[in-house]
């Protein structure tokens, strides 16, 4: 796709108050308002990307542009953070609405039950119930996709797409056996030194330091993620990993079962979060099930180099699913 195609597709920045949280979310497409656009040319189908961990939307928006591009921009694709790891810069209004202001605040917001009912309080209050919804997951936002489809079978969901799903057994994985003593039993000496370190430190140096990293790394973002260096979120991004180590261990299969017939699966071949073995237990479980094993090596990760990969692959199967709407 050409590059300057892809900077002409416009991406909405806002700061919604949600389950008592404000929450970044970015809106590819020139839809920022589906209650408001009342005219002919309103969208039928609403592409709701959920992130990984870190939830930081940023990242998603070069696959979010490539998606709603390859789609012939005909369907909004937007993206929404995890609560707690998105702060809005200082003197920006956040959006409120008259659901969210009634609504009960969700218990333990920032930890994984909290995310997924954040989630489902933003579709509930956002997206109108005449919009249909397609969702994406990666890695920890196919578990939260997995637990809508649960929770809320009223959502007019028509099929969810779970890349890189980090669904079961995460603490047995090949990363999480590294990542789960700090995230569950280290955790407050990372708080302790986040806090140290970075709460003294001025905005300007944590933009450089971060604008450097994106350089070394040949990655570019519209939006500055200087969350990544806020103590609060990556807090909220630590506390939430230590619950997944912690909860996400057994594959719901009943909910597999249910819906398995609007899921489509896409496993790393050297994902060291949900391993081929994961892919190899659910293709023999769930045989008729669409369930992919990757053939390009693409990373976990893969919203650092190979957004229009995979987006490439997405929108193809998307299109098999239109016909629905």
Same mark, same amino acid.
Request: with cysteine; net charge neutral; aromatic share 12%.
């Given at each position: 796709?050409?590059?300057?195609?892809?900077?002409?597709?416009?991406?909405?920045?806002?700061?919604?108050?949600?389950?008592?949280?404000?929450?970044?979310?970015? $809106?590819?497409? #020139?839809?920022?308002?589906?209650?408001?656009?009342?005219?002919?040319?309103?969208?039928?189908?609403?592409?709701?990307?959920?992130?990984?961990?870190?939830?930081?939307?940023?990242? +998603?928006?070069?696959?979010?542009?490539?998606?709603?591009?390859?789609?012939?921009?005909?369907?909004?694709?937007?993206?929404?953070?995890?609560?707690?790891?998105?702060?809005? #810069?200082?003197?920006?209004?956040?959006?409120?609405?008259?659901?969210?202001?009634?609504?009960?605040?969700? *218990?333990?917001i920032y930890g994984l039950h909290g995310q997924i009912e954040h989630k489902l309080a933003f579709l509930r209050t956002h997206?109108?119930?005449?919009?249909?919804?397609?969702?994406?997951?990666?890695?920890?936002?196919?578990?939260?996709?997995?637990?809508?489809?649960?929770?809320?079978?009223?959502?007019?969901?028509?099929?969810?797409?779970?890349?890189?799903?980090?669904?079961?057994?995460?603490?047995?994985? #090949?990363?999480?056996?590294?990542?789960?003593?700090?995230?569950?039993?280290?955790? +407050?000496?990372?708080?302790?030194?986040?806090?140290?370190?970075? &709460?003294?430190? #001025?905005?300007?140096? $944590?933009?450089?330091?971060?604008?450097?990293?994106?350089?070394?790394?040949?990655?570019?973002?519209?939006?500055?993620?200087?969350?990544?260096?806020?103590?609060?979120? =990556?807090?909220?991004?630590? +506390?939430?990993?230590?619950?997944?180590?912690?909860?996400?261990? &057994?594959?719901?299969?009943?909910?597999?079962?249910?819906?398995?017939?609007?899921?489509?699966?896409?496993?790393?071949?050297?994902?060291?979060?949900?391993? $081929? $073995?994961?892919?190899?237990?659910?293709? *023999?479980?769930?045989?008729?099930?669409?369930?992919?094993?990757?053939?390009?090596?693409?990373?976990?990760?893969?919203?650092?180099?190979?957004?229009?990969?995979?987006?490439?692959?997405?929108?193809?199967? =998307? &299109?098999?699913?239109?016909?629905?709407?």
């Amino acid at each position: 796709m050409d590059s300057e195609i892809k900077e002409e597709i416009p991406v909405h920045e806002e700061f919604v108050l949600c389950g008592g949280v404000e929450t970044q979310v970015l $809106k590819c497409g #020139p839809w920022d308002d589906l209650f408001n656009d009342q005219n002919v040319n309103r969208p039928k189908l609403l592409i709701f990307i959920i992130p990984g961990n870190p939830g930081f939307s940023s990242f +998603y928006v070069p696959f979010a542009k490539a998606l709603y591009s390859l789609t012939n921009r005909c369907f909004p694709v937007w993206t929404i953070s995890h609560a707690g790891h998105a702060l809005a #810069p200082k003197d920006t209004k956040i959006l409120t609405t008259s659901e969210d202001a009634n609504a009960q605040e969700i *218990k333990d917001i920032y930890g994984l039950h909290g995310q997924i009912e954040h989630k489902l309080a933003f579709l509930r209050t956002h997206v109108p119930k005449e919009v249909k919804l397609m969702l994406i997951g990666h890695s920890i936002g196919s578990y939260i996709a997995l637990q809508i489809l649960k929770r809320a079978p009223e959502l007019p969901v028509i099929h969810t797409f779970l890349l890189f799903p980090t669904i079961e057994r995460m603490a047995e994985s #090949p990363n999480g056996r590294i990542a789960t003593p700090f995230l569950c039993w280290f955790r +407050y000496a990372l708080y302790v030194t986040g806090y140290l370190l970075l &709460k003294p430190c #001025p905005e300007k140096i $944590k933009s450089l330091i971060i604008r450097m990293g994106l350089q070394v790394m040949n990655l570019k973002t519209e939006f500055l993620q200087t969350n990544i260096l806020q103590p609060f979120c =990556l807090a909220n991004v630590a +506390y939430l990993g230590g619950q997944e180590m912690m909860q996400v261990v &057994k594959r719901d299969d009943e909910i597999i079962k249910e819906h398995l017939s609007k899921l489509t699966f896409y496993y790393g071949a050297t994902d060291r979060w949900c391993p $081929k $073995k994961y892919y190899e237990d659910i293709k *023999k479980d769930f045989p008729e099930g669409d369930i992919r094993l990757c053939e390009k090596k693409i990373p976990h990760a893969f919203i650092f180099h190979f957004s229009q990969e995979i987006a490439d692959m997405v929108a193809n199967w =998307l &299109k098999d699913n239109l016909f629905k709407i």
